[in-house]
């Protein structure tokens, strides 16, 4: 569990594989794009530090986080892809809604990671308000999307 002050963030370069040679998707909803965009950022700039080219990132973004379902799977059949981060942000309301985007999304993204066969990272914030969110992208507790962009170098190189 993160404690309030604690950045989650930080990763030794040291100890993870140079990906250069690898292709990675990222899926971000335009929903609270003040969060997913810096989530993207992120992503994006650590997947560079670690040596992904920049030609090796592809960037798609969709309307909402439910719809990363859709474009990450689109991006499975239409792209050579080792890897993809689906980035988005919910954060709870006054209705029932968020439980019903939260839940599909997350079952959503498992499946994909179940019937396909290439990582799908789940880089979804479901925050109580929008200043959590912003905490976690690119605030005191770091960049949730630097730790998404970690995950998958992980899985691309696993085994």
């Not at 997947?47 to 474009?71: R, T």
């Not at 929008?130 to 976690?136: A, G, I, K, P, V």
Request: hydrophobic share 40%.
């Amino acid at each position: 569990m993160a404690t309030e002050n604690k950045n989650l963030s930080q990763y030794d370069k040291t100890k993870i594989p140079n990906v250069a040679n690898y292709r990675f998707g990222i899926v971000t909803s335009e929903w609270n794009e003040q969060v997913t965009f810096g989530l993207k950022k992120g992503a994006i700039d650590t997947l560079k530090d670690c040596g992904a080219l920049e030609e090796n990132i592809l960037c798609w973004e969709v309307p909402g986080s439910f719809e990363l379902i859709y474009g990450s799977k689109k991006m499975i059949k239409t792209q050579r892809i080792d890897a993809i981060i689906a980035i988005g942000c919910v954060i709870q309301g006054e209705t029932k809604h968020f439980d019903f985007v939260c839940q599909g999304v997350t079952q959503g993204i498992a499946q994909l990671n179940v019937s396909e066969n290439i990582p799908v990272i789940f880089c979804v914030l479901t925050d109580n308000n929008m200043q959590q969110s912003l905490d976690r992208s690119g605030g005191k507790h770091g960049n949730k999307g630097v730790e998404a962009a970690i995950a998958a170098i992980k899985m691309v190189t696993l085994g």
